[in-house]
């Protein structure tokens, strides 16, 4: 009975409209306001605040990449990256340590939400577009368009990884991006 009532509680809280995800060994694509996670028990949850950080970016309109290291002494480095509304990154995300790892974008409320349903459900695995779990020596990427002014923060949801430090934010400045369609070489700070 109480996994029935945490599933229902958990459905309740994270329902939202359009297709969840489950990432049960497959890969799948998300829709860009949609992201949803299935536990080894089958149930899924999703998360609605993709809107407020932006939308999945296509690959052919980047207009530059961001080098991000992720390392055992639970950092990102950078951990502070500046964009303009608007553009759309390549995250080049690596995995330097020999723990498993994440990059997540989302809000700090959102973070620390998926944070605390990681803590019960370790097994959990991402396949959705704002996020990419790295296995030890890899690397894989995001590709994200900020559409919205502000901060978006980015974290690793590994059990115990957030709190010891690894998050950071990205900085969006208000305008339009550089019209460069090219890669800025990993400069995350690189004004325009």
């Not at 489950?22 to 999703?46: L, N, Q």
């Not at 944070?115 to 097994?123: H, I, S, T, V």
Request: proline share 4%.
């Amino acid at each position: 009975m109480k996994l029935q009532q945490l599933t229902l509680a958990l459905a309740a809280g994270f329902f939202v409209a359009g297709t969840a995800l489950a990432h049960e060994g497959d890969s799948h694509a998300a829709p860009a306001t949609t992201t949803g996670h299935a536990h080894a028990d089958g149930h899924e949850h999703g998360h609605g605040d993709t809107d407020a950080i932006g939308v999945a970016g296509q690959p052919d309109k980047v207009t530059r990449t961001v080098n991000v290291d992720m390392t055992d002494a639970m950092r990102f480095n950078p951990s502070s990256v500046r964009v303009r509304q608007g553009e759309t990154i390549r995250f080049v995300v690596k995995n330097s340590g020999q723990l498993k790892h994440e990059f997540v974008l989302g809000t700090e409320a959102a973070l620390k939400e998926h944070y605390e349903l990681m803590k019960k459900f370790p097994e959990m695995e991402h396949a959705d577009p704002n996020q990419i779990t790295v296995a030890p020596g890899q690397s894989g990427e995001v590709v994200w368009q900020f559409t919205k002014a502000g901060q978006v923060d980015f974290a690793c949801l590994q059990p115990g990884h957030y709190d010891a430090g690894m998050k950071g934010a990205v900085k969006v400045a208000a305008g339009k991006p550089a019209k460069s369609a090219q890669a800025s070489g990993g400069h995350a700070d690189r004004k325009h």
